[in-house]
């Protein structure tokens, strides 16, 4: 019933932006949460962004607080990673989470590579 629709991924320069869009359909009600994780290649899925919908409380993994921004619309269910200051280390499947009616949904991931 509820899809993630993930867009925004993509090939940049180092230092450069970009802003990773993912949406909760097929409810009508909004997510108890909803996150950003990714998984470079050979390594394990990391926790990168959460946000908490009710009051909008956020959490940042170390390595990218300070660059990366989680943000939501809540009219469209909708989450947003802005991603600015990019390292070529954060070149990974990026995946979107939502928390919703106590089940963990995931999108089917976007790839972003940055290059140096």
């Known amino acids: 019933q509820v899809q993630l629709v993930e867009s925004g991924g993509g090939l940049v320069q180092a230092g450069g932006s970009l802003r990773l869009s993912c949406a909760a359909s097929?409810?009508?009600?909004?997510?108890?949460?909803m996150a950003w994780f990714r998984q470079a290649p050979g390594q394990e899925r990391e926790f990168v962004a959460r946000?908490?919908?009710?009051?909008?409380?956020?959490n940042y993994a170390d390595s990218v607080k300070g660059r990366f921004t989680i943000s939501r619309d809540n009219a469209k269910n909708t989450a947003y990673l802005q991603m600015d200051s990019l390292k070529p280390e954060d070149t990974a499947v990026y995946y979107c989470n939502a928390l919703i009616a106590g089940i963990n949904y995931w999108g089917v991931g976007t790839l972003v590579t940055v290059s140096s």
């Open positions: 097929g409810r009508s009600f909004g997510p108890y949460s």
């Open positions: 946000m908490w919908w009710s009051g909008g409380s956020t």
